[in-house]
């Protein structure tokens, strides 16, 4: 065995005044960092083992513990980075692929922080939203080209805020459970993702999103017909490109059940659909989707922001896809490739600017809807979304950090210490799932009221009237290219 070159990241700093010998930190810790030397009368920290998921520090009744990173002090070298050094000396340790968890996080242009919104002043007055209705509903699907014959089918949802897909086995039950429980308090939906649907959760089927994969795991006619909406899954913005593989040990009984697949067995949902090879191949999926479904549930597609995504959009929405979700660069994901995450995609604004303009341009916006996904930070950038053209948003992320989850990215060991992403059952207990979606339903409500306030104050008393209107927006600090895509013109202008 290699003795291992790579020091710790981060630093447990533990005052000793403070401490009260409770242990609490100890049963915290899922990654065995705390140890009671009982011969001192001291708590101690193997460093080493520490990934910095601040679980000890919240937790310790007399706030004794800091936790601080501690990246090595190499000599100073723009090209070799800290990080590069510590994944090279990982790598040179295991042979592997170093896995991550969560989205990229690279000081990639963040262009939310680049736009700004418009207000009312003189001509137009704004619309004070506490005494006045401001209308979020929102509807999902291909609105109709004539009020004649059969409408196609819509979803109507209360905020344009939708939980990510995110399945059971990369989360826990429990925080499934929440995020179907808040989609339910809130009028919206959250995705099952391409695990299936436990038995247990099956009560919420007004407010489920069901994925179709490659993987075909827990998919059947009840599945199809119970769900509000069924999504094919294509792409991933944390990793496009690249199928999803859950190893055999996470595959326990319940979730084997879940997915339908022997226990113990690696669940491996390759990057290709081995029926779909063209845009004909994927109308072909999506018709037999919906005669599955009477024609009664929207079907949307699922894909990762690449860099043809605007003539891929237009594909999707031409094969009968009733909704489109959009995933950027920096979409969070339970395990991927570090360097597939870091490095492959797009950023969302980009992508949805660019789909947004070419479904217009070609006439066919009006039959799909638009959901964006990727890093959605706060309400600002829901709104800024939805002035480039997305009807609803997804989040993964944040609704992460809301349960808990303080971006350790360590998801893919199944040992979250908040309960989130354990694939222990033990340490998935630790999330209230009653608790959880408490923090989930407060998040959404706050956004939901934070975007009233900014609609209110361009004037706007719909999310229908903002949807695709760029006027709203202006630019700052970006190059003429970039304007050029978002369709945005620079501030001033
Ligand atoms: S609980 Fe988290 S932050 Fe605390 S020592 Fe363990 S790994 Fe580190
Ligand atoms: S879900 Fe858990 S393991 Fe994953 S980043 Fe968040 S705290 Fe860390």
């Known amino acids: 065995m290699l003795k291992t070159y790579l020091e710790p990241e981060f630093r447990v700093e533990r005052d000793d005044e403070r401490c009260i010998r409770c242990g609490v930190c100890i049963t915290q810790c899922t990654f065995g960092v705390h140890w009671y030397d009982a011969a001192a009368d001291r708590v101690e920290a193997v460093d080493e083992r520490c990934v910095g998921c601040h679980r000890c520090s919240v937790f310790c009744p007399t706030g004794a513990i800091t936790i601080r990173r501690t990246p090595a002090e190499y000599r100073p070298n723009a090209n070799w980075r800290p990080e590069f050094l510590f994944d090279l000396k990982r790598q040179a340790e295991t042979g592997g692929v170093v896995l991550t968890g969560m989205g990229n996080d690279k000081p990639l242009r963040v262009y939310w922080d680049h736009l700004l919104l418009?207000?009312?002043?003189?001509?137009?007055?704004?619309i004070d939203p506490l005494r006045e209705p401001m209308e979020l509903r929102t509807y999902l699907g291909a609105k109709p080209e004539r009020v004649a014959g059969d409408l196609p089918p819509a979803l109507r949802i209360d905020t344009p805020i939708l939980f990510s897909a995110m399945s059971y086995g990369a989360i826990s039950f429990q925080a499934q459970l929440a995020l179907f429980q808040a989609a339910?308090?809130?009028?919206?939906?959250?995705?099952?993702?391409?695990?299936?649907?436990?038995?247990?959760?099956?009560?919420?089927?007004?407010?489920?999103?069901?994925?179709?994969?490659?993987?075909?795991?827990?998919?059947?006619?009840?599945?199809?017909?119970?769900a509000a909406m069924i999504e094919i899954k294509i792409g991933q913005g944390a990793k496009p490109g690249i199928g999803g593989h859950l190893p055999g040990e996470k595959v326990n009984a319940p979730i084997a059940r879940t997915r339908m697949i022997p226990q113990g067995t690696d669940a491996l949902s390759p990057a290709p659909h081995h029926d779909?090879?063209?845009?004909?191949?994927?109308?072909?999926?999506?018709?037999?989707?919906?005669?599955?479904?009477?024609?009664?549930k929207p079907v949307g597609v699922k894909v990762a922001a690449v860099h043809n995504v605007a003539a891929i959009a237009s594909g999707i929405a031409r094969a009968g896809a009733d909704v489109i979700a959009i995933d950027g660069v920096r979409g969070g994901t339970g395990a991927a490739p570090k360097i597939i995450r870091d490095n492959v995609g797009i950023p969302i604004e980009?992508?949805?600017?660019?789909?947004?303009?070419?479904?217009?341009?070609?006439?066919?916006?009006?039959r799909v809807s638009i959901i964006a996904a990727g890093g959605f930070r706060n309400s600002a950038d829901v709104v800024k979304a939805i002035a480039l053209g997305a009807d609803a948003v997804y989040i993964g992320t944040a609704a992460f950090?809301?349960?808990?989850?303080?971006l350790c990215q360590k998801c893919y060991t199944g040992r979250c210490a908040w309960g989130i992403t354990a694939s222990d059952p033990a340490i998935a207990r630790r999330l209230n799932p009653d608790l959880a979606a408490e923090r989930l339903v407060n998040l959404v409500r706050g956004w939901s009221a934070e975007i009233k306030e900014m609609l209110g104050g361009m004037g706007v008393n719909a999310l229908e009237s903002l949807r695709g209107n760029r006027d709203h927006l202006r630019a700052v600090g970006l190059e003429q290219w970039e304007m050029d895509v978002l369709g945005v013109k620079g501030a001033g202008q």
């Open 118 to 126: 418009n207000a009312s002043q003189v001509t137009n007055p704004s």
């Open 184 to 226: 339910e308090q809130l009028g919206t939906l959250a995705n099952t993702g391409e695990g299936g649907w436990p038995r247990g959760l099956r009560r919420f089927k007004k407010n489920v999103i069901v994925q179709v994969a490659s993987g075909r795991f827990g998919v059947d006619a009840e599945y199809l017909n119970d």
């Open 276 to 296: 779909i090879y063209s845009i004909e191949d994927l109308a072909l999926l999506i018709h037999a989707l919906k005669e599955a479904t009477r024609y009664e």
């Open 350 to 366: 980009l992508a949805l600017a660019a789909v947004d303009r070419r479904l217009r341009q070609e006439g066919i916006r009006q």
């Open 401 to 406: 950090v809301a349960m808990g989850c303080t």
